[in-house]
């Protein structure tokens, strides 16, 4: 089965960092666009983070920009977001994202066809 699962949540100081890490099995991560989406209560699922199977193209949220980032490792089949200068607004529960396509940047919700269980991030001091 084809599964991707997170892990690396957990309660931070504003200003401080997190890394978030999503293993797939099932499937080779290399050949996927891949994607970190946010939804926080009351709100839509938004796309933080994404980037093309080749690595050629992202896409961040303006108010991520700079402070997030997103990555893989092929060799692990493991894709991460580094996220540093957290915010409170950060806060939310975080989902990693894959869909096959060619090296096509995604970043709708709609668009992508595996997704991680979540994780519960919360910036607050």
């Known amino acids: 089965q084809k599964q991707l699962v997170e892990s690396g949540g957990g309660l931070v100081q504003p200003g401080g960092s997190l890394r978030l890490s999503c293993v797939a099995s099932?499937?080779?991560?290399?050949?996927?666009?891949i994607g970190w989406f946010r939804q926080a209560p009351g709100k839509e699922r938004e796309a933080v983070a994404c980037?093309?199977?080749?690595?050629?193209?992202?896409y961040y949220k303006d108010s991520v920009e700079g402070r997030f980032t997103i990555s893989r490792d092929n060799a692990k089949n493991t894709m991460y977001l580094q996220m540093n200068s957290l915010k409170p607004e950060d806060t939310a529960v975080y989902y990693c994202?894959?869909?096959?396509?060619?090296?096509?940047?995604?970043?709708?919700?709609?668009?992508?066809?595996?997704w991680g269980q979540g994780t519960q991030v919360t910036v607050s001091s």
């Open positions: 099932g499937f080779t991560l290399e050949y996927y666009a």
């Open positions: 980037i093309s199977s080749s690595d050629d193209s992202t």
């Open positions: 994202a894959a869909v096959l396509v060619g090296d096509t940047l995604v970043a709708r919700p709609g668009e992508y066809e595996y």
